[in-house]
């Protein structure tokens, strides 16, 4: 059965087109992170300023000096250190940007002429302990990494399309006609189409991961994600979680999303006879959910949150209200990614076996 297995692995994972395809998504995450990192910007209200590293560098000087608990009287230091000298000519101050943190203070605590609004860290925040510190770069990282994780996703189905309709163009009769072809080598497909979404999704985002190290270090990993610049403020996720919080969800939901994925393309490349109808259709229904036009409010928008498209596009399942035990909604994913993996792994073996042969 080992054998049957490295033998099913190696023709998905070694295929010109399965490593063309890694080494695609790879190179997206570069040049995602470069760009992230390029596009970045930092002034320390003073003499500082800069782009790209320096901006970073400016960015967790400048949060270092604010870092632990937020209270009242940070913020009114925050606002007094990059009060505004110069007139906006009708900019809204909560949208002026010269640094993360300066950033994140005036999008809740500033007026639209820069000076404090009257609000207290209770009346923005509640009773929750807000932990200061540099999360733009982890942020960032967090957004970057849905695009990766949708593309990924597509490629591994664009991998398991093939494992049961690529053999019916005639080694099908071989395989069914063998001893064990119905049962031990259906089920090595199987196994080796999860190792293979799984790994791969450990590498890409094993690669995002460090790659977001080495440029940013661990800072910010352990604050709040709700003290963030301007860019998060609306349409993020409203919890007061940490970085490092968001990345292990995220993490969970790439496995969560990997595993649905396969168990949905294993049938559809069971029941289909063209690996590119396969994939297309495969492709097709993981995508489906982003069109239904179900608003947040409805309760079917909790179920169309469990589905794959969206264990990828993370915010909008972190951002369902969370249990009563503490607990984000996100752990569903888990029971979900289950169920579709059994599901597949069934269906897809009693398709093939029931295949005819000619």
């Not at 054998?3 to 790879?26: D, H, Q, Y």
């Not at 300066?102 to 609000?119: I, L, V």
């Not at 509640?126 to 510190?133: F, K, L, P, R």
Request: charged share 15%; proline share 2%; with cysteine.
């Amino acid at each position: 059965m080992k054998n049957l297995i490295k033998f099913e692995l190696r023709k998905i994972i070694t295929t010109r087109l399965a490593l063309i395809s890694i080494a695609a998504v790879l190179l997206l995450s570069v040049i995602l992170s470069v760009s992230t990192l390029q596009n970045m910007y930092a002034f320390d209200g003073v003499s500082n300023e800069g782009r790209g590293k320096t901006a970073v560098e400016i960015d967790k000087s400048i949060a270092a000096k604010y870092e632990g608990v937020l209270t009242d009287k940070k913020i009114q230091q925050i606002m007094s250190d990059f009060k505004l000298t110069h007139d906006l000519h009708g900019m809204n101050a909560q949208y002026f940007y010269q640094n993360a943190t300066q950033s994140a203070a005036f999008a809740r605590f500033s007026d639209m002429n820069g000076n404090w609004n009257g609000d207290s860290i209770s009346d923005v925040f509640g009773n929750e302990e807000i932990q200061v510190g540099y999360v733009n770069g982890w942020l960032n990282t967090s957004h970057n990494m849905a695009k990766i994780l949708f593309a990924l996703s597509l490629i591994i189905i664009l991998m398991i399309a093939p494992v049961f309709s690529g053999e019916y163009g005639g080694v099908d009769n071989i395989i069914l006609t063998s001893r064990y072809g119905k049962t031990k080598c259906a089920t090595a497909k199987v196994i080796a189409s999860l190792i293979s979404a799984l790994l791969i999704t450990l590498l890409v985002f094993g690669f995002n991961l460090l790659f977001a190290l080495m440029i940013y270090g661990t800072e910010g990993l352990n604050c709040s994600i709700l003290f963030a610049p301007q860019e998060f403020v609306e349409g993020y996720i409203p919890f007061n979680i940490t970085c490092a919080t968001v990345l292990k969800h995220q993490l969970l939901l790439a496995f969560t999303s990997a595993v649905s994925v396969t168990g949905i393309t294993l049938i559809l490349s069971a029941f289909c006879k063209s690996q590119l109808i396969a994939f297309a259709v495969s492709a097709a229904i993981h995508i489906m959910p982003i069109m239904l036009p179900i608003p947040e409010t409805s309760s079917l928008y909790r179920l169309i949150v469990l589905m794959p498209f969206y264990h990828s596009q993370y915010i909008s399942i972190l951002s369902v209200e969370q249990m009563k035990s503490g607990m984000l909604y996100a752990i569903w994913a888990i029971p979900v990614a289950v169920i579709l993996m059994v599901i597949g792994t069934v269906v897809s073996r009693r398709l093939f076996a029931k295949h005819q042969v000619s």
